[in-house]
């Protein structure tokens, strides 16, 4: 094994297919001409072949990949088959990262969208976090690593799953299929112990594009550590390009594994949360009893949280809506963000005369909520709520948030409650990684929140868990009125009185145009911060703005009672505005004061920012 060289050992991880999915070329066609792309066999003698050792001899391989992503010529001493072999499409595997997920397209059907997260092109990337999986774990050669599979409600989840599991199955891995699942749960079920219903798994794998429309799909992963980083995404994605162009021909058949196994870990999930509002009441059974709480889930995967969480404490549910998994989404989007989406939970509030409404995205790991008299506590009003709630059991904590919450945020989190308000990058990820990071030298924090309605509490695990953010509202009111303190959503509205929203409140989208001569060469990234550099630089002579002493993320101005910001994408060619002032009025002065700073870069679209100025 040891003399093996890493030419021959890269050609373990080569994608071979299925017997009984030979058919698969024609089916698929120009999307994806490749036999199923499964098996990582081992090497014995000058040919490939499949044994049920393959987990530990997959382990003893990897010993000697050595970077093995970097090479591209690689040879196999197998037998050639004598079938021709199907074309191969190029997949450029690196533009399917989005941050620390993989998103692309998974259904055909929208024009100028072709289908990107084909079968073949999702068992790859399976493989590449199989092997990731392997590196990173070093278990012991005795004992099968387990992983965890679980979707929201999209159209093309089953197939996807499908590959998945064949894929990680045919590695010598262990399979636990959740079906129907929440983000949340998935990273939950690397902490859970209890072998009765096969936890922890050693990683798990959401398959969910978050709000984006039916068409579109991809993949989170975790382990006990949390969610992955970019860098073990592109990590992952350099295997699967790897395994994915090193395609040789069919001709060895593997049999899958039995380890596919299928669990209602949603059911535990769910028993948590429950577990955890009746604590926080003192223990009582149904420390919601006589309160109406309707939920939106938008047809994702939320709606579990009306009967599963809600109902057992006592709550009353009547008027919830758009419950039931439908991966078309045909009432609104699933996005607390979304004005669409907030107006239907509202008006369901009010048809229903509710207490309180909750509304989640796609796959549960963001959420806002609606008080009794429709007021939305979403975006910088939920931070600021579930900043009066963490200070009052963490006093002096420092809240860490994304780039475009409010000045007025800063003033209620600091003056009113006494916290630290720490404005970070923009990025789910980032802003949790930098409430961790502070944890580590001494700066105490607690809550992690983005203004898209992610939320991570330390308390759980650092986690971004919608569903556990509304968790911590109904411990709210549970204690509160367990305790005589309170009834009804006031006991939240209360929390953020003297609150200052922004009377205008707006993005644009500057695109970058990467054909323009004027980038002269340059990538949108180097000439996003050029844009950036030059508006910063015209900024500091003129005294009607101030630049923001601490920023880590594009450049930030006030000036008119109001502010501006204005910084590069995570991943698009793009630089978006955002702009907040007590009135339309002064919103457009700090939008002439952008435009006239970048009227020179001709690559820049400003159309957007010339229609908001004009008069």
Same mark, same amino acid.
């Given at each position: 094994?040891?003399? =093996?060289?890493?030419?021959?050992?890269?050609?373990?991880?080569?994608?071979?297919?299925?017997?009984?999915?030979?058919?698969?070329?024609?089916?698929? +066609?120009?999307?994806?001409?490749?036999?199923?792309?499964?098996?990582?066999? @081992?090497? $014995?003698?000058?040919? =490939?072949?499949?044994?049920?050792?393959?987990?530990?001899?997959?382990?003893?391989?990897?010993?000697?990949?050595?970077?093995?992503?970097? !090479?591209?010529?690689?040879?196999?001493?197998?037998?050639?088959?004598?079938?021709?072999?199907?074309?191969?499409?190029?997949?450029?595997?690196?533009?399917?990262?989005?941050?620390?997920?993989?998103?692309?397209?998974?259904?055909?059907?929208?024009?100028?969208?072709?289908?990107?997260?084909?079968?073949?092109?999702?068992?790859?990337?399976?493989?590449?976090?199989? #092997?990731?999986?392997?590196?990173?774990?070093?278990?012991?050669?005795?004992?099968?690593?387990?992983?965890?599979?679980?979707?929201?409600?999209?159209?093309?989840?089953?197939?996807?799953?499908?590959?998945?599991?064949?894929?990680?199955?045919?590695?010598?891995?262990?399979?636990?299929?959740?079906?129907?699942?929440?983000?949340?749960?998935?990273?939950?079920?690397?902490?859970?112990?209890?072998?009765?219903?096969?936890?922890?798994?050693?990683?798990?794998?959401?398959?969910?594009?978050?709000?984006?429309?039916?068409?579109?799909?991809?993949?989170?992963?975790?382990?006990?550590?949390?969610?992955?980083?970019?860098?073990? %995404?592109?990590? %992952?994605?350099?295997?699967?390009?790897? %395994?994915?162009?090193?395609?040789? #021909?069919?001709?060895?058949?593997?049999?899958? /594994?039995?380890?596919?196994?299928?669990?209602?870990?949603?059911?535990?999930?769910? /028993?948590?949360?429950?577990?955890?509002?009746?604590?926080?009441?003192?223990?009582?059974?149904?420390?919601?009893?006589?309160? $109406?709480?309707?939920?939106?889930?938008?047809?994702?995967?939320?709606? *579990?949280?009306?009967?599963?969480?809600?109902?057992?404490?006592?709550?009353?549910?009547?008027?919830?809506?758009?419950?039931?998994?439908?991966?078309?989404?045909?009432?609104?989007?699933?996005?607390?963000?979304?004005?669409?989406?907030?107006?239907?939970?509202?008006?369901?509030?009010? &048809?229903?005369?509710?207490?309180?409404?909750?509304? *989640?995205?796609?796959?549960?790991?963001?959420?806002?909520?609606?008080?009794?008299?429709?007021?939305?506590?979403?975006?910088?009003?939920?931070?600021?709520?579930?900043?009066?709630?963490?200070?009052?059991? $963490?006093?002096?904590?420092?809240?860490?948030?994304?780039?475009?919450?409010?000045?007025?945020?800063?003033?209620?989190?600091?003056?009113?409650?006494?916290?630290?308000?720490?404005?970070?990058?923009?990025?789910?990820?980032?802003?949790?990684?930098?409430?961790?990071?502070?944890? /580590?030298?001494?700066?105490?924090?607690?809550?992690?929140?983005?203004?898209?309605?992610?939320?991570?509490?330390?308390?759980?695990?650092?986690?971004?868990?919608?569903?556990?953010?509304?968790?911590? =509202?109904?411990?709210?009111?549970?204690?509160?009125?367990?305790?005589?303190?309170?009834?009804?959503?006031?006991?939240?509205?209360?929390?953020?009185?003297?609150?200052?929203?922004?009377?205008?409140?707006?993005?644009? !989208?500057?695109?970058?145009? +990467?054909?323009? @001569?004027?980038?002269?060469?340059?990538? *949108?990234?180097?000439?996003?911060? #050029?844009?950036?550099?030059?508006?910063?630089?015209?900024?500091?002579?003129?005294?009607?703005? +101030?630049?923001?002493?601490?920023?880590?993320?594009?450049?930030?101005?006030?000036?008119?009672?109001?502010?501006? =910001?204005?910084?590069?994408?995570?991943? &698009?060619?793009?630089?978006?505005?955002?702009?907040?002032?007590?009135?339309?009025?002064?919103?457009?002065?700090?939008?002439?004061?952008?435009?006239?700073?970048?009227?020179?870069?001709?690559?820049?679209?400003?159309? #957007?920012?010339?229609?908001?100025?004009?008069?």
């Amino acid at each position: 094994m040891a003399a =093996l060289s890493g030419k021959v050992v890269q050609n373990v991880f080569i994608a071979q297919f299925y017997q009984q999915n030979r058919q698969f070329g024609t089916q698929y +066609q120009r999307d994806s001409c490749v036999p199923y792309m499964c098996a990582l066999p @081992p090497f $014995h003698g000058g040919k =490939l072949a499949w044994t049920s050792n393959s987990s530990m001899q997959m382990r003893n391989l990897l010993k000697y990949q050595n970077g093995f992503v970097n !090479r591209r010529t690689f040879y196999c001493n197998a037998a050639s088959s004598a079938t021709a072999i199907p074309s191969l499409d190029k997949v450029d595997f690196l533009k399917l990262q989005n941050g620390s997920d993989i998103r692309g397209v998974a259904v055909s059907g929208v024009e100028g969208e072709p289908v990107s997260l084909t079968e073949p092109v999702t068992e790859a990337i399976a493989a590449g976090f199989a #092997a990731w999986l392997l590196d990173k774990k070093k278990v012991d050669a005795s004992r099968k690593l387990r992983v965890a599979i679980g979707h929201d409600s999209r159209i093309s989840a089953q197939k996807l799953q499908d590959a998945v599991s064949r894929c990680i199955a045919s590695a010598g891995l262990d399979v636990v299929q959740y079906g129907l699942a929440s983000t949340p749960a998935m990273f939950n079920s690397t902490l859970t112990e209890d072998e009765a219903i096969l936890c922890p798994a050693d990683g798990a794998i959401m398959i969910t594009a978050s709000h984006l429309p039916y068409n579109r799909n991809g993949f989170k992963f975790f382990t006990n550590d949390g969610g992955l980083g970019k860098n073990d %995404i592109k990590d %992952i994605l350099e295997r699967a390009a790897s %395994i994915y162009s090193n395609f040789l #021909a069919k001709g060895y058949s593997v049999k899958a /594994s039995e380890s596919v196994k299928k669990i209602d870990y949603m059911a535990v999930y769910t /028993s948590d949360l429950v577990k955890a509002v009746r604590k926080a009441a003192g223990n009582i059974e149904k420390p919601l009893e006589g309160f $109406h709480i309707v939920v939106d889930a938008g047809n994702g995967a939320g709606g *579990f949280f009306a009967a599963k969480v809600l109902e057992p404490l006592g709550a009353i549910t009547s008027g919830s809506q758009f419950l039931e998994p439908d991966g078309m989404f045909p009432n609104h989007i699933p996005n607390p963000e979304d004005k669409a989406a907030m107006k239907a939970i509202t008006q369901a509030v009010l &048809d229903n005369k509710a207490n309180l409404g909750i509304i *989640f995205d796609t796959d549960v790991d963001r959420s806002a909520a609606v008080d009794s008299t429709g007021r939305e506590l979403n975006r910088n009003c939920l931070i600021a709520l579930m900043s009066a709630i963490v200070l009052e059991e $963490h006093p002096g904590t420092t809240i860490v948030t994304d780039s475009v919450t409010s000045d007025g945020l800063t003033s209620f989190i600091e003056k009113k409650l006494g916290g630290k308000h720490h404005r970070f990058k923009r990025g789910y990820k980032n802003v949790i990684d930098e409430a961790i990071r502070l944890n /580590s030298i001494g700066e105490e924090s607690h809550l992690a929140i983005e203004t898209s309605g992610h939320g991570a509490l330390k308390e759980n695990h650092w986690l971004d868990d919608g569903a556990y953010l509304m968790v911590k =509202l109904l411990n709210k009111l549970a204690s509160a009125r367990a305790s005589g303190k309170g009834v009804g959503s006031k006991v939240l509205t209360d929390l953020v009185e003297g609150l200052e929203e922004p009377a205008i409140a707006v993005e644009l !989208r500057l695109k970058i145009n +990467q054909n323009h @001569p004027d980038l002269k060469g340059r990538s *949108f990234r180097e000439y996003g911060e #050029a844009v950036l550099q030059h508006l910063g630089n015209s900024i500091a002579s003129n005294p009607k703005l +101030q630049k923001a002493p601490v920023n880590y993320e594009g450049v930030r101005v006030s000036g008119f009672g109001g502010w501006f =910001l204005l910084r590069l994408s995570l991943h &698009d060619p793009v630089l978006p505005l955002n702009i907040e002032a007590p009135s339309h009025e002064d919103a457009v002065k700090l939008g002439h004061e952008v435009a006239a700073a970048v009227k020179e870069f001709q690559a820049l679209d400003t159309s #957007a920012l010339d229609k908001f100025v004009q008069p």
